[in-house]
């Protein structure tokens, strides 16, 4: 905008009204999306969390199939590790799978294992077999903004089922 002077040259510049509308609307503008935003990534974290440990999941019992033995999946309900051994303990890093962690920003509520017992906190282990079955596990996940998922593993199916929420076993 100019601005006269009083000798008849012009300055350009903003006035003090100018910059403070443009500064209200700016703080309105980050008032309303920023926790949208908080949202958006915090949801991004435990999606990204639940794709991670569907897929290692299915990678177990596919390694279980074709070494044709007993592994063992432990879930650390404290901390979110998920790592693998074989029937007797024993972890061959080279063949076997490295543990996975899941985001600070995504807790595991509980494991239900056989539709009966639930692990609140400690360890839980599902154990998948030779044949491609599985205990048949439920797996709960809670996001920062309280979002829900449930990891469903069935007792045959080689894919991990995803549910939005909080599903009880049958």
Do not use: W
């Not at 029937?87 to 509520?109: A, M």
């Not at 009966?116 to 079955?133: H, L, N, S, T, W």
């Not at 709960?140 to 080689?158: A, M, N, Q, V």
């Amino acid at each position: 905008m100019r601005m006269l002077k009083a000798g008849g040259s012009t300055s350009r510049g903003f006035t003090f009204i100018e910059i403070t509308m443009v500064l209200f609307i700016m703080g309105l503008f980050l008032t309303l999306s920023v926790p949208r935003l908080i949202s958006f990534v915090s949801s991004g974290e435990l999606a990204s969390s639940v794709s991670k440990l569907s897929v290692y999941i299915e990678h177990v019992r596919d390694l279980s199939m074709y070494r044709q033995e007993i592994l063992i999946l432990h879930c650390k309900l404290d901390n979110g590790t998920f790592r693998v051994t074989r029937s007797d303990g024993t972890v061959d890093n080279k063949s076997l799978l490295r543990p996975v962690t899941l985001s600070e920003s995504v807790k595991i509520i509980d494991i239900v294992l056989n539709g009966e017992e639930k692990i609140i906190d400690g360890e839980a282990r599902i154990v998948f077999y030779p044949g491609g079955k599985a205990n048949p596990s439920f797996i709960h996940l809670r996001g920062k903004e309280d979002e829900e998922i449930t990891l469903e593993i069935s007792y045959l199916s080689r894919n991990v089922k995803q549910h939005k929420g909080y599903i009880e076993a049958n």
